[in-house]
T-cell receptor
């Protein structure tokens, strides 16, 4: 059982380049999320999707975009990377939106360094 | 606004000591959910527990126990007889009924020394 798969595992990216972080889940969960983890700041929500075809903004959405064309995939795109986007990115999913009685499952994370 | 505060940035203990990780939350929702996640050195986030706002019963799972007190807006996590394998960053999180999101605290790094 794969659960949530993120790719790549790590990446070094030149500033100004475009980058898409991939996330796929095989649990048929309705909701998916992207978080970034930074030292001293914990995990902060970037974007989320409660169901295929819908997306919403989290705490720190600027510089990122997402799409949810189907249930399984939730890619995160950095249109023009900046050094402040250096972080560890976690994709997560939950059976239903997290306002309900359900927990989120996380991928292994993508370590992104923007130079 | 929703907020989760974990005031303990880092805790160090010696194996077999008991340790409590504190979590204080703020929310205006009457229905909400509290979570603890563990992030071991390998980096993945592991779900430990979910508790809803209507269930204030404390929970014990092996060496882990959780104390939920609505009166103080706290959801503390105790590890009894700690082991080196408990070394990790532990995150407390809050999910609100009307927000569809999970808000995390900044985490507590626990180091258990042999």
């Amino acid at each position: 059982i794969a659960g949530i798969t993120q790719a790549p595992t790590s990446q070094i990216l030149a500033a100004g380049r475009r980058m898409t972080l991939r996330c796929t889940q095989d649990m048929r969960h309705n909701a998916m999320y992207w978080y970034r983890q930074d030292l001293g700041l914990g995990l902060r929500l970037i974007h989320y999707s409660n169901t295929a075809g819908t997306t919403g903004k989290g705490e720190v959405p600027d510089g990122y975009s997402v799409s949810r064309a189907n249930t399984d995939d939730f890619p995160l795109t950095l249109a023009s990377a900046v050094p402040s986007q250096t972080s560890v990115y976690f994709c997560a999913s939950s059976r239903q939106p997290l306002g309900g009685d359900t927990e989120a499952f996380f991928g292994q994370g993508t370590r992104l360094t923007v130079v | 606004a929703q907020k989760v505060t974990q005031v303990q940035t880092e805790i160090s203990v010696v194996e077999k000591e008991d340790v409590t990780l504190d979590c204080v939350y703020e929310t205006r929702d009457t229905t909400y959910y509290l979570f603890w996640y563990k992030q071991p050195p390998s980096g993945e986030l592991v779900f430990l527990i979910r508790r809803n706002s209507f269930d204030e019963q404390n929970e014990i799972s092996g060496r882990y126990s959780w104390n939920f007190q609505k009166s103080t807006s706290s959801f503390n996590f105790t590890i009894t007889a700690s082991q080196v394998v408990d070394s990790a960053v532990y995150f407390c999180a809050l999910g609100g009924y009307n927000t569809d999101k999970l808000i995390f605290g900044t985490g507590t790094r626990l180091q258990v020394f042999p």
